[in-house]
């Protein structure tokens, strides 16, 4: 995280100070991207007064940024190989950051501080239903997907816990009835909390989950043959060449090999095919952008939100690393687009493959609560906007979105789709084109005109984002034929 701040402390820092009546207001979050300074001043938002720790809103951001995209990272890895997954990685991670940062701004200059109000200031009506859309899917796609994980790795575990060879059927090993049942008996009480902060216990719990997955995972690097691992590894480092090895372990289908055909996907595989599903798999990671207001709403008085965004960052950015290193290397070329599920192609009763499960699947259901908050917000913004807080409204908000997602979830094709889908519209969305652009027309003119440097370098680095997923899309589109995409189906 380090070259993080190498990288972007020069741009940021650049950052005018403001003249707004608000400008005291946004002192404390606006003044600069990256410093340690805590300027005590007082926050005048119109909202809530947070009592929220700076701990505990770490542990609630990191547990929305890390969800099921991490299961994704090792088969992201084996496309792009080692040296180009690490730059996407960082790449990815310092826009997550840097957006944060500008939402942050744009919630200084508001005043409120939630997402869709910020869509509604800069565009209307249009502009809080665009935000509000995108919450609700990316949201309700995470969820599904967490749940999808419970469905298929629940029953999984019982199983082994009950050494049952051949299951007849019983109701237990129904993952459709577990997914219910975990639903009612520990996700809607969470998510009927009033405030974000009751859950930073929950969430610290379901960090240290993953931290186990990763310790976890790591052992199964070193079983396999060290030597071989690690020459394998240096060996990729040096040449990049683990995409290769992938693209050879699926052969393509018969009518790839038709000329024009094959001429095309040999450019496209120089770099395009090996990145169509890394990079929408790394924004899905890292999308924690709905939460992030929600959270600051609750944090403590004087301290720094982006202080909170750049540690949770940077700790999922190590922890992405690892996973998709430990998860790679222990499978190498034959890395699935779910890691657990590569996991069953190995003893399903081994003892650390079972608390790797168990770990995964308490971390992923302690998560839903949090993604859920922001998506209820952002019903209530569309459908209630001028609503006081009213109990009725909360729980049954929260009843019918769980019910749906499990409807959803009992139906869901496949997990792929889910991060395909999701990654590819709302999460670039979430994560850098709504902060830009709500940016741009947000700040005055009078304090950043729109030639300024600050406002030229967001507009850029929105066009330059805005056409690689278009061209990444395109990519995903004409190569991976439906054969192919079949051949990734998980379950
Ligand atoms: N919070 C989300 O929308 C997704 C989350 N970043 C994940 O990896 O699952």
């Known amino acids: ?8 402390t020069p741009v940021f820092l650049m950052t005018s100070p403001h003249r707004t009546e608000n400008a005291e207001a946004n002192l404390p979050e606006n003044q600069e991207f990256l410093s340690g300074v805590d300027d005590k001043k007082t926050t005048r938002f119109t909202d809530f007064e947070g009592k929220t720790s700076f701990g ?14 991490i299961l994704g990272l090792a088969y992201a890895m084996a496309n792009a190989g080692v040296v180009l997954f690490l730059l996407l990685l960082t790449v990815v991670a310092v826009l997550s950051s840097y957006s944060i940062h500008l939402l942050l701004k744009c919630s200084g200059i508001v005043g409120i501080r939630a997402y869709e109000q910020l869509g509604y200031r ?40 009950l050494k049952l060879d ?76 683990c995409r290769h090895t992938q693209m050879n372990r699926d052969p393509p289908p018969p009518h790839r090999h038709h000329h024009l055909f094959s001429i095309r996907c040999s450019l496209y595989s120089l770099l395009w095919t090996n990145t169509a599903y890394t990079i929408p798999i790394l924004a ?25 965004a750049n540690i949770s960052i940077a700790v999922m ?47 992923v259901t302690l998560t839903v609560p949090i993604v859920l908050f922001p998506v209820r917000r952002a019903i209530q913004q569309m459908m209630f906007p001028n609503k006081t807080f009213y109990w009725p409204r909360h729980i049954a908000i929260a009843f019918v979105l769980l019910t749906f997602i499990n409807l959803l979830v009992i139906f869901a094709p496949n997990i792929l789709g889910i991060f395909g ?10 994560i850098f084109i709504f902060p830009a652009i709500f940016y741009i ?3 005055p003119k009078e304090e950043e005109p729109l030639r300024s440097p600050q406002k030229i370098l967001v507009t850029l680095t929105m066009i330059v984002f805005f056409f690689f997923f278009l061209f990444n899309h395109i990519v995903m589109q004409s190569c991976t034929d439906k054969d192919w995409v079949l051949n990734l189906h998980i379950y």
């Not at 967490?146 to 575990?157: R, T």
């Not at 109701?171 to 219910?180: A, E, K, S």
């Not at 969470?190 to 960090?207: E, I, V």
């Not at 899905?284 to 202080?307: D, N, S």
């Open 1 to 8: 995280m380090c070259l993080l701040y190498v990288v972007t």
């Open 56 to 69: 505990m809103s770490v542990f609630n951001l990191g547990n929305a940024i890390m969800g099921s995209g």
């Open 122 to 161: 800069a565009f209307g009506t249009p502009g809080k239903m665009a935000a509000g859309i995108a919450i609700t899917l990316q949201n309700i796609g995470a969820m599904s997907s967490y749940l999808y994980i419970v469905k298929y790795e629940f029953p999984l575990v019982i199983q082994a816990f």
């Open 166 to 241: 051949n299951p007849a059927g019983e109701w237990y090993m129904n993952g459709n009835y577990l997914v219910i049942i975990v639903s009612i008996a520990v996700i809607l009480p969470l998510a009927l909390m009033k405030q974000l902060g009751y859950l930073g216990y929950t969430s610290g719990f379901s960090l240290s989950c993953m931290v186990f997955f990763l310790i976890a995972v790591r052992p199964s690097v070193l079983i396999q043959t060290r030597e071989k691992r690690y020459f394998i590894f240096l060996f990729c480092l040096l040449c990049d060449s």
């Open 284 to 308: 899905f990671a890292f999308v924690c952008h709905p939460e992030v207001l929600p959270i600051y709403t609750e944090l403590r008085k004087y301290k720094k939100m982006q202080h909170v």
């Open 317 to 363: 950015y190590i922890m992405y690393f690892l996973a998709a290193l430990f998860g790679y290397l222990t499978f190498y070329g034959k890395v699935e687009a779910e890691l657990l599920h590569t996991y069953s192609s190995i003893d399903p009763y081994d003892t650390l493959i079972l608390c790797v499960r168990v770990a995964v699947l308490t971390a």
């Open 421 to 430: 889908v999701i990654g590819a519209t709302s999460a670039p969305c979430l």
């Open 441 to 443: 027309r947000i700040v």
